[in-house]
């Protein structure tokens, strides 16, 4: 494997600002060990840091699946070509929260391989979550091939790209160890009714916190389920959640501000 830890991201449209590539940038750099490239793959270079590479986002295979929740976007990146590198790449989401050393992310495994994260949303399932994955560049390719030839059948049948990359991915894929990546939400947040009372504690072992789902981290800043939502005292939350008609899933839907996700988060260098 490489010396240089290769680190990449993606961001298009509106939903993610500069400041999430920025400030997933300045967390790799706090928890990595030099020498490291971080590439943000972007249609709009507006605003990034000098420090990172930015490179075009390649082209869609094809039109992407209608009617499915996958990032299916994602798949510019299985191509046979990436901005010029090559080799093992480390891709992760823009929400997520780095706590720890990336370093063993490299270093596990073989540089062959395809390894996720794994879907703590089906614990019994063998599915993997494409939010901290590493490929070779140019693995992919042929999955990219079978996706293209027809993408809205892809798209109904497997929903999210990261369980299509789960069963196709050549060679097959393996996972991260378990207490590398915990997922906010279903990990972190305790589970109701404590979490009217409990700050979300920090993983101790976590490298990386994710946030999949409309949770995203400064939702857990401020306190909130998702952008649309408001902080509330506990017992005003239940009262609006029984008055929203919003049933059990409201009224469990609480998170108390997290204090450790507004440290990591910060704009910090």
């Known amino acids: 494997m490489s010396d240089v830890k290769q680190v990449i991201c993606i961001k298009w449209g509106a939903k993610y600002g500069a400041d999430y590539v920025n400030r997933l940038y300045r967390m790799v750099a706090r928890n990595i060990t030099p020498p490291f490239t971080f590439t943000a793959f972007t249609d709009d270079p507006d605003g990034?840091?000098?420090?990172?590479?930015v490179r075009d986002l390649p082209p869609l295979p094809a039109e992407m699946p209608v009617g499915t929740p996958g990032k299916w976007p994602k798949s510019r990146l299985w191509g046979a070509e990436l901005g010029g590198l090559s080799g093992p790449v480390l891709f992760i989401d823009l929400d997520v929260v780095i706590l720890g050393s990336l370093d063993?992310?490299?270093?596990?495994?073989?540089?062959?391989?395809?390894?996720?994260?794994?879907?703590?949303a089906k614990p019994f399932h063998r599915l993997g979550q494409t939010s901290?994955?590493?490929?070779p560049v140019g693995k992919l390719a042929p999955m990219q091939t079978i996706f293209a030839a027809d993408p809205q059948a892809i798209g109904t049948r497997y929903r999210?790209?990261?369980?299509?990359?789960?069963?196709?991915?050549?060679g097959g894929v393996?996972?991260?160890?378990?207490?590398?990546?915990?997922?906010?939400?279903?990990?972190?947040?305790?589970?109701?009714?404590?979490?009217?009372?409990?700050?979300?504690?920090?993983p101790k072992s976590a490298k990386v916190v994710i946030f999949a789902g409309d949770l995203n981290p400064p939702d857990a800043v401020a306190g909130r389920w998702n952008a649309e939502d408001v902080h509330r005292?506990?017992?005003?939350?239940?009262?609006?959640?029984?008055?929203?008609?919003?049933?059990?899933?409201?009224?469990?839907s609480y998170v108390r501000p997290t204090?450790?996700?507004a440290d990591e988060w910060s704009d910090m260098s």
């Open 48 to 53: 990034l840091s000098p420090d990172i590479q």
């Open 174 to 202: 393996s996972f991260w160890p378990r207490s590398w990546v915990k997922h906010f939400r279903i990990q972190c947040v305790p589970p109701f009714p404590l979490n009217l009372f409990r700050d979300p504690p920090r």
């Open 104 to 120: 063993e992310f490299f270093s596990h495994g073989e540089p062959d391989d395809v390894i996720l994260a794994r879907n703590m």
């Open 132 to 135: 901290i994955y590493r490929f």
């Open 259 to 261: 204090k450790w996700v």
């Open 233 to 252: 005292p506990p017992l005003e939350h239940l009262t609006h959640a029984l008055r929203s008609g919003g049933g059990f899933k409201a009224v469990r």
């Open 160 to 170: 999210y790209e990261q369980h299509f990359v789960t069963e196709n991915a050549p």
